[in-house]
C-alpha cells in the first residue's frame, strides 16, 4: 500500500515501516560516529523500549557499548489493511540492526504494568541473559490498571489548585489563542501519580530483585522533565509534576533496596523534546517551537538520541558525575540556560497567529512530530508501494 501519515489533532493514527526504519538507522549512526560508552552495562533491559528517550535507550546500550538488549513495550503489529504503531516498527528496525551487529535483542510485547509481563520478562532474562546490569524505565501511557485491584487510573494534564489559563498553539488550524483549563481534583491528582508516578518503577524492580535477576551494580534510571517557567503552570506545578515528585520518591525507595547488591537508582531530567506524550500538553508545541528556533540558532539543539547517548557517557557512566540536590543526573541545562529561557518568554508575549511561524521553528516541531510515526523522513519515496507487515 501507499502509507500517507493520516494525523488526528495531537496524534498520528498510522505509521511509515521504511520511514521508522530510516530514523532508527539515523540515530544509530549517530551513537557508531561517537565512539564506544567505557564500562556501560553490557546486559540491559529497557521498560517502554519502543519510542522516544527509551528507544534511544536502547540503541544508545546496543551499539554505544555493545549490550545485549531486551525490550518491554506495548504496540500494535501491522495487517495487509492496517499499518502497525510506529514503536513496532521502531522495535522491529533496531532488533534487526542489532542481530546484524551480532548482538542479543529481544521484545517482550505487552501490558508493562502487568504482574503477567513482569513474570515474562523475567522467565526471559534468566533464560537468555542470566541477569542484568541496568534497568532503564522509561514507560509512558495515558491509563494504568492496578495489578493487585484490577482497578483502571487514568491520568490527566491540570494545573493544580486554580484554573490557569495561558496561550497554546492549535496545531490542526495553526491558531495560536489562549485556553483556560480548570483545576484537577484530588482524585485526578492521585490517578495521575498512579499512572505516572515511580510505584510501577518500585515494582518492576521489587519484582527483578526478589527475582535474583539484577546483576552485582546493577544501576536504574527513570526519565523526569521539569522545564522552565513558562511550563510549570501545566506541568512543573500541575498534575505531572505531582507525579514527577513520587518518582523521586520512588528513586531513593529503590536506591535503599538496591545497597545490598551494591546497585544505584537514579532519576535524569531531560529536556523537552517532541513526543506523542508532549505533543499532548497544550502549551508545548508552541514552548517547542519557540525554543528549537533559539537552541538550533545557538548550536545547542538536541533530540532524544543526543540527550540519551550523553547521559550515558557523562552521568550513568562517568566517575563521579554531577548530581543534583535530589541526586538526579541533569541533562537539561541547554534547554534551562537563563539567555535562552528569557529569549522564549519575551517571544511567548509576541506570538501570535499571524507571526508564530516567523519567530518560532514551526516548521522544525513539524517535522520531528511527523518523524515519530517514520513521515516527513529524508531519502524516503511517500509514493511507493510498502508492505505494511513487518516482523518483530
Same mark, same amino acid.
Given at each position: 500500500m501507499i502509507i500517507q501519515p493520516k494525523v488526528r489533532g495531537f496524534i498520528c493514527t498510522n505509521a511509515h515501516p521504511t520511514g521508522c526504519a530510516a530514523e532508527v538507522q539515523r540515530q544509530i549512526d549517530y551513537v557508531r560516529a561517537q565512539g564506544p560508552i567505557s564500562a556501560a552495562g553490557r546486559k540491559v533491559l529497557v521498560i517502554g523500549a519502543s519510542t522516544g528517550y527509551g528507544l534511544a535507550s536502547r540503541i544508545s546500550a546496543a551499539f554505544g557499548s555493545g549490550a545485549a538488549t531486551l525490550g518491554v513495550f506495548l504496540e500494535k503489529p501491522g495487517s495487509a489493511t492496517r499499518t502497525a504503531s510506529a514503536g513496532y516498527y521502531n522495535s522491529a528496525a533496531l532488533q534487526a540492526a542489532a542481530r546484524g551487529a551480532g548482538l542479543y535483542a529481544e521484545a517482550i510485547n505487552g501490558d508493562a504494568f502487568s504482574d503477567e509481563i513482569k513474570a515474562q520478562t523475567i522467565a526471559k532474562i534468566r533464560a537468555d541473559m542470566g541477569q542484568v546490569d541496568l534497568v532503564v524505565y522509561s514507560l509512558a501511557a495515558p491509563r494504568r490498571s492496578d495489578p493487585h485491584t484490577g482497578q483502571v487510573y487514568q491520568s490527566c494534564l491540570k494545573p493544580i489548585g486554580a484554573a490557569v489559563t495561558r496561550k497554546t498553539l492549535d496545531t490542526n488550524k495553526n491558531l495560536v489563542h489562549e485556553v483556560t483549563i480548570e483545576p484537577a481534583t484530588e482524585e485526578e491528582i492521585a490517578s495521575t501519580v498512579k499512572v505516572m508516578g515511580g510505584e510501577d518503577w518500585e515494582l518492576?524492580? !521489587?519484582?527483578? %530483585? !526478589?527475582?535474583?535477576? %539484577?546483576?552485582?551494580?546493577c544501576k536504574t534510571v527513570a526519565y523526569t522533565y521539569i522545564g522552565g517557567e513558562i511550563t510549570w503552570p501545566l506541568y512543573g506545578h500541575a498534575t505531572i509534576g505531582r507525579a514527577k515528585e513520587d518518582l523521586d520518591r520512588a528513586a531513593h525507595s529503590i536506591?535503599?533496596?538496591?545497597? !545490598? +547488591?551494591?546497585?544505584?537508582?537514579?532519576?535524569?531530567? *531531560?529536556?523537552?523534546?517532541?513526543?506523542?506524550?508532549?505533543?499532548? +500538553?497544550? +502549551?508545548?508545541? %508552541?514552548? *517547542?517551537? %519557540? *525554543?528549537f528556533r533559539l537552541m538550533k540558532e545557538r548550536g545547542v539543539h538536541e533530540g532524544? +538520541?543526543?540527550q540519551i547517548y550523553g547521559l550515558f557517557k557523562d552521568g550513568l557512566y562517568a566517575a563521579d558525575a554531577p548530581l543534583?540536590?535530589?541526586?538526579r543526573y541533569r541533562c537539561d541545562g541547554k534547554e534551562l540556560d537563563a539567555g535562552i529561557q528569557d529569549e522564549v518568554a519575551r517571544l511567548w508575549e509576541q506570538a501570535t497567529t499571524e507571526n508564530f511561524q516567523q519567530i518560532a521553528d514551526y516548521q522544525g516541531y513539524r517535522d520531528d512530530f511527523l518523524r515519530l510515526f517514520g513521515f516527513a523522513v529524508p531519502g524516503i519515496d511517500y509514493g511507493a508501494e510498502v508492505s505494511p507487515l513487518v516482523e518483530l
Open positions: 518492576w524492580m !521489587d519484582a527483578l %530483585l !526478589d527475582a535474583e535477576v %539484577l546483576a552485582q551494580g536506591d535503599r533496596r538496591l545497597v !545490598d +547488591i551494591d546497585g544505584a537508582a537514579r532519576v535524569a531530567v *531531560l529536556k523537552a523534546v517532541v513526543t506523542q506524550a508532549s505533543s499532548a +500538553i497544550p +502549551i508545548m508545541p %508552541l514552548y *517547542l517551537s %519557540l *525554543l532524544c +538520541i543526543e543534583d540536590e535530589m541526586r
